[in-house]
């Protein structure tokens, strides 16, 4: 699992810039969101997206990008329902990407976060992730 955690250094050269996600932005997340939820008939959960996950990966697209992305965003939108935290638009060294964030500058990059388990083929993960991720929130509170 990889939170986003930086040495001071590298910090002190590059400054993050963090900001509300555009009218663009929101929208994509939100279509991705039904999507997962109306897979589920309505029943969005993490034990359900790692089912999802599963079923992408045999089927094997030819662009896994549209499910990479519905799965992430999904994670994502579990934890911020979950932890009261905001979805942002974070710029940084590496380059621009949507993210959660909470207190603490508790950070989770939920598309990023699925994609590295793509070349893998890893499968379980995401149920027990978010736990972890919901205990390590919930202990910077």
Known sequence: MRFRRRSLESEQR????????NDAERQWVAENVAEATRTFGGNLTVEALDDLWARLLRDDPDDPNPGLNMVGLALGHLLAERLGISWVALTDA????IAVRGRAEFTVFPT???AKRYAGGETGF???AFSEMVRTAESLS
């Open 94 to 97: 590496q380059g621009t990407d």
């Open 112 to 114: 990023n976060f699925v």
């Open 126 to 128: 995401i149920a027990p």
């Open 14 to 21: 590059t400054p993050e810039r963090i900001e509300p996600l």
